[in-house]
C-alpha cells in the first residue's frame, strides 16, 4: 500500500456508500432482506402533516424508526390507528415480528398496551432515566 488512508468526519455522510456496502454485505450472509421503508401521517384539514409514524421492513421483521403526535393530538386514537396500520401493512409485506426503542420518559406503556415487550433496558440513558428495546409477534 503506497498511500495512507485518512480517517476524517464528515458533515455530510456518504449514506449510499456505507448503507450499500453494508446492505450488500447483509445481503449476501442472510439473503435478500427487500428492505422498504414505510410511513403514516397524521394530516390536519389544511393537509398540513402533523405527525407520524416512520418505519421499515427487511426480511420478515418490521421496525419503528420514529412515531410522533403533538400534544393535542395524543389521546385520541390517532397513536393506535398509526400503530395498527403500520403493523398492518408490515404484516402485508411478509414481516412476522416488529421491534422499537423508546425511552421512559415517551412511551413505553403505549406500546406494551398493544401487545409490545420489553426484551432490553439499558439504565441511565439519560441520567436519571432509561431505554428500552421492545419486541412483539405480529
Known amino acids: 500500500m503506497n498511500e495512507a488512508y485518512e480517517i476524517v468526519y464528515e458533515n455530510e455522510a456518504p449514506w449510499d ?3 450499500g456496502g453494508i446492505n450488500a454485505y447483509n445481503n449476501a450472509q442472510a439473503g435478500e432482506q427487500h428492505g422498504k421503508l414505510l410511513c403514516f401521517v397524521v394530516r390536519a384539514p389544511d393537509g398540513k402533516v402533523m ?5 421499515e421492513t ?3 421483521w418490521f421496525y419503528v424508526n420514529l412515531m410522533w403526535l403533538p400534544e393535542e393530538l395524543r389521546r ?3 397513536g393506535k390507528q398509526l400503530l395498527a396500520l403500520a403493523e398492518e401493512e408490515a404484516r402485508r409485506r411478509g414481516a412476522r415480528h416488529a421491534y422499537l426503542d423508546t425511552f421512559s420518559f415517551q ?3 403505549f406500546y406494551k398496551k398493544y401487545g409490545y415487550q420489553v426484551f432490553g433496558t439499558l439504565e441511565n440513558f439519560p441520567q436519571g432515566h432509561q431505554r428500552y428495546f421492545l419486541t412483539k409477534d405480529l
Do not use: S, T
Open 58 to 60: 427487511h426480511w420478515d
Open 76 to 78: 385520541h386514537g390517532y
Open 51 to 55: 405527525g407520524g409514524i416512520i418505519g
Open 107 to 109: 412511551a413505553p406503556e
Open 17 to 19: 456508500l456505507i448503507g
